[in-house]
């Protein structure tokens, strides 16, 4: 990668190896530039408010941020944008409708279009533009972001299908499976990489080595603590095609000691971009082929429990978010007032079965008094009501329910495990409290 000097992370020094002490050294001297930065970041607001004028202090040095060009970096402010807008849209439709599933949709599939524009374009704000490393990286990257985001985005369109909780399984299925798939790729990218992309070897001298300070964890109020540690790479020198470069190894050690004596070496770098220079640690893609097979591994029983599940047969029954949104009601869950009798001011209080017969056909019926379990309301005066009977579906109504309700309705029988079971599936129901039913038909019994 090319070699950026003034990064307030990096520290030069001809030491192949250092001791512990000299790791701790660093480490201080890294937090105390830190400090540094953000002194000098606060006493630019103070000045900028105190003197509403334009700030000229520079900052005591350089950061990733500093690296990236002006243009790249407006670029990359549009994304975030654009990003950002996104999001809000999914939570103000998620609201207004109370369905997170198309606040789902909406946000991933933005995301899909914003990882296929980085994909396209090759721009994409990352530390890998800074590193030297070519916009193929990026590209790679954005793909692979899209895949995530179709997986993600297409069961949802199955939750009609499949139900709420099928299209959940087949997501989590997918998306592990995305993962140990992206693991095998890496891996073979990794393995091929030495042939692929580093093919020219040139002299180089050594001048000395660059350690950056990394760190994980947080540290915060709330008890978290910060762990450093170094990475290190050999300061190359180098000439190509009469030009000089000045370059780190694109994959340093996770380590804090060199691996390459000062002085004249041999190197491989990559000829499309010579500031690009191989070294094949091994460590971290050992990591990830652990990560692929536990993937793989979750991802396996997953689709074995979708596809062994009957989530098709479930779905028509279960309580789904899409059953409860009063914008995209299925035939199992009208209401009364949608269809047939029309408004409840033309529903007698009591009903017959040629009034049923007139207006829902004389196919086989059945009704019955079910008791409800919960009902949730809304302030425009919509309930969804669910029944202590499983068979049925929840109720979308424009009243409020009683204790019970009268639910006219027909039946469906379907096989589960070697086991039979029936559906029941409602064309009108209505208040108990105030409304009858006269006439001959009865409850489905097996």
């Given at each position: 990668?090319?070699?950026?000097?003034?990064r307030?992370?990096?520290?030069?020094?001809?030491d192949?190896?250092?001791?512990?002490?000299?790791?701790?050294?660093?480490?201080?001297?890294?937090?105390?530039?830190?400090?540094?930065?953000?002194?000098?970041?606060?006493?630019?607001?103070?000045?900028?408010f105190?003197?509403?004028?334009?700030?000229?202090?520079?900052?005591?040095?350089?950061?990733?941020?500093?690296?990236?060009?002006?243009?790249?970096?407006?670029?990359?402010?549009?994304?975030?944008l654009?990003?950002v807008?996104?999001l809000?849209?999914?939570?103000?439709v998620?609201a207004a409708?109370?369905?997170?599933?198309?606040?789902?949709?909406?946000?991933f599939?933005?995301?899909?279009?914003?990882?296929?524009?980085?994909?396209?374009?090759?721009?994409?704000?990352?530390?890998?533009?800074?590193?030297?490393?070519t916009?193929?990286?990026?590209?790679?990257?954005?793909?692979?972001?899209?895949?995530?985001?179709?997986?993600?985005?297409?069961?949802?369109?199955?939750?009609?299908?499949?139900g709420?909780?099928?299209?959940?399984?087949l997501?989590?299925a997918?998306?592990?499976?995305?993962?140990?798939?992206?693991?095998?790729?890496?891996?073979?990218?990794?393995?091929t990489?030495?042939?692929?992309?580093?093919?020219?070897?040139?002299?180089?001298?050594c001048?000395?080595?660059?350690?950056?300070?990394?760190s994980?964890?947080?540290n915060?109020?709330?008890?978290?603590?910060?762990?450093?540690?170094?990475?290190?790479?050999?300061?190359?020198?180098?000439?190509?095609?009469?030009?000089?470069?000045?370059?780190?190894?694109?994959?340093?050690?996770?380590?804090?000691?060199?691996?390459?004596?000062?002085?004249?070496?041999?190197?491989?770098?990559d000829?499309k971009?010579?500031?690009?220079i191989?070294?094949?640690?091994v460590?971290?893609?050992?990591?990830?082929?652990?990560?692929?097979?536990?993937?793989?591994?979750?991802?396996?029983?997953?689709?074995?429990?979708?596809?062994?599940?009957?989530?098709?047969?479930?779905?028509?029954?279960?309580?789904?978010?899409?059953?409860?949104?009063?914008?995209?009601?299925?035939?199992?869950?009208?209401?009364?007032?949608?269809?047939?009798?029309?408004?409840?001011?033309?529903?007698?209080?009591e009903?017959?079965?040629?009034?049923?017969e007139?207006?829902?056909?004389?196919?086989?019926?059945?009704?019955e008094e079910?008791?409800?379990?919960?009902?949730n309301?809304?302030?425009?005066g919509?309930?969804?009501?669910?029944?202590?009977?499983?068979?049925?579906?929840?109720?979308?109504?424009?009243?409020?329910?009683?204790?019970?309700?009268?639910?006219?309705?027909?039946?469906?029988?379907?096989?589960?495990?070697?086991?039979?079971?029936?559906?029941?599936?409602?064309?009108?129901?209505?208040?108990?409290?105030?409304?009858?039913?006269?006439?001959?038909h009865?409850?489905?019994?097996?």
């Amino acid at each position: 990668m090319r070699y950026i000097e003034g990064r307030f992370d990096q520290f030069e020094s001809l030491d192949k190896n250092i001791t512990g002490m000299e790791k701790y050294e660093i480490i201080e001297e890294y937090r105390s530039r830190q400090m540094e930065m953000a002194s000098a970041g606060l006493g630019q607001i103070k000045e900028y408010f105190t003197n509403k004028g334009e700030v000229d202090q520079q900052l005591p040095y350089k950061t990733e941020t500093d690296q990236i060009p002006e243009g790249k970096s407006k670029k990359a402010g549009w994304g975030i944008l654009i990003f950002v807008i996104l999001l809000f849209i999914a939570v103000i439709v998620a609201a207004a409708m109370g369905n997170v599933v198309i606040a789902l949709g909406i946000f991933f599939g933005g995301f899909i279009v914003l990882a296929l524009y980085a994909a396209i374009t090759g721009n994409a704000r990352s530390s890998s533009y800074y590193e030297g490393q070519t916009s193929t990286g990026t590209r790679k990257t954005a793909l692979w972001l899209a895949a995530f985001g179709v997986a993600v985005v297409v069961p949802l369109f199955f939750i009609p299908k499949f139900g709420t909780k099928g299209s959940m399984i087949l997501m989590g299925a997918s998306l592990f499976g995305m993962v140990a798939v992206y693991m095998i790729v890496g891996l073979i990218d990794f393995l091929t990489l030495k042939v692929r992309k580093y093919t020219e070897k040139v002299s180089a001298n050594c001048v000395g080595y660059v350690r950056t300070v990394k760190s994980n964890g947080s540290n915060s109020s709330h008890g978290g603590s910060v762990q450093y540690y170094l990475t290190t790479s050999p300061l190359f020198e180098y000439y190509y095609e009469g030009q000089m470069y000045r370059g780190l190894y694109d994959r340093p050690l996770d380590d804090r000691n060199g691996d390459v004596e000062l002085g004249s070496t041999t190197i491989l770098i990559d000829p499309k971009h010579p500031e690009d220079i191989y070294h094949g640690s091994v460590v971290a893609p050992l990591k990830g082929v652990g990560i692929g097979i536990l993937c793989a591994v979750i991802a396996a029983f997953l689709f074995y429990n979708f596809f062994t599940t009957d989530y098709a047969e479930q779905a028509k029954k279960e309580i789904s978010i899409f059953k409860i949104m009063s914008v995209m009601k299925d035939p199992e869950s009208f209401d009364p007032e949608d269809f047939g009798l029309g408004d409840l001011s033309n529903i007698p209080s009591e009903l017959t079965d040629e009034l049923i017969e007139e207006h829902y056909g004389t196919d086989t019926w059945y009704v019955e008094e079910a008791k409800v379990d919960y009902v949730n309301g809304d302030n425009d005066g919509n309930y969804t009501v669910y029944l202590l009977d499983e068979a049925f579906p929840a109720l979308n109504q424009h009243y409020e329910a009683g204790p019970k309700e009268l639910i006219f309705y027909r039946v469906e029988e379907y096989e589960e495990n070697g086991e039979t079971k029936i559906r029941k599936d409602p064309f009108l129901w209505l208040n108990a409290d105030n409304y009858s039913y006269i006439g001959e038909h009865g409850a489905y019994e097996k």
